[in-house]
């Protein structure tokens, strides 16, 4: 495989107070994680600056206006009792989304097989008109909308392993079929959405694992749901929301998967994706608050998905 790793180099342009568990340092741990001899052959890419406009494919006309109007002239605003906004935030989510649609047309052009992205804040909790969960723009939501514009795909498949249910995700394209979108999460625990009832127009599988479940639950629970859907769909593209906080040492939940889990399930997904569509993966940091959770993880799936 060819794998393209975009990293994002004004990821402490958005930040955080003193405390919080999503902070830059998440970055430099992943960052130093890649840094090893096993990593040589990835292809590294520093993320441009993208169209924040673009958010407007799938939030709400007024969203982008409200977020620069509650961003501070200096320090940072607050948006919600866990979200921030700093001065300079606006730039990292530029960036941000730069780096995922810069990973996007170097998979769709055939250039590499697939990507991760390292970019902060995550975007999976922002739904159509909210900002929410430390997510302030949904970054794969509007890559997907971004590889059906630019690229006409046709079928955009995202499957979202973080601990935490992608409810923004869920509301972005709950109502199109076009667009299938998986997710294992731990109930409950915020947000409070993902329950498997919730399946939107048939193109929506919620995958409820209890806590202190651990690897060999989530495992199943691919097996019997999320592959065969996934498969089943028969995606031109899988985007991964690719979340580390179902980590055993993460301190925001209690879903105790090892390193190992988070190399099975993203080889489970490169399966599907060999399957499907001719590999074509781009995976997107979400959350993992433990940094050496979060390197352990990040590891493993960089590796697989780099085939080593
Ligand atoms: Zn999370």
């Known amino acids: 495989m060819t794998t393209l790793l975009v990293s994002q180099n004004n990821f402490a342009d958005h930040q955080t107070p003193q405390g919080h568990p999503e902070r830059a340092d998440r970055i430099r741990a992943v960052e130093e994680a ?171 599988v919620n995958v409820a694992l209890p806590s202190h479940s651990g690897g060999a639950a989530m495992r199943g629970a691919y097996l019997d749901k999320i592959l065969p859907a996934l498969d089943n769909f028969a995606p031109d593209l899988i985007l991964i929301s690719a979340g580390f906080d179902a980590h055993i040492r993460d301190p925001l939940a209690q879903l105790e998967w090892v390193d190992e889990d988070f190399r099975w399930v993203t080889a489970r997904l490169m399966d599907v994706a060999g399957a499907r569509c001719g590999n074509r993966i781009v995976s997107l940091l979400e959350g993992g608050y433990d940094l050496r959770g979060l390197a352990g993880g990040v590891r493993q799936h960089v590796a697989t998905l780099l085939g080593s």
């Open 34 to 204: 890649l840094e090893d001899a096993q990593f040589a052959g990835l292809m590294r890419r520093s993320a441009p600056f993208g169209d924040l406009m673009l958010a407007e494919l799938v939030h709400d006309g007024a969203y982008l206006g409200r977020l620069r109007d509650a961003r501070p002239a200096e320090g940072m605003g607050q948006i919600d009792a866990d979200t921030f906004i700093s001065h300079r935030s606006m730039d990292a989510l530029a960036t941000g989304l730069g780096g995922a649609l810069a990973a996007l047309d170097a998979v769709l052009l055939g250039e590499v097989d697939n990507a991760f992205c390292a970019i902060r804040p995550p975007g999976h909790h922002a739904e159509i008109a909210t900002p929410m969960g430390f997510c302030l723009i949904n970054t794969v939501a509007i890559t997907a909308r971004e590889a059906q514009r630019k690229y006409g795909a046709e079928r955009v498949a995202i499957v979202d392993f973080d601990v935490h249910h992608g409810n923004g995700t869920q509301d972005i394209f709950k109502d199109d079929p076009s667009v299938f979108y998986a997710s294992s999460h731990q109930m409950p625990l915020y947000p409070g959405t993902g329950h498997p009832s919730e399946t939107g127009v048939g193109n929506v």
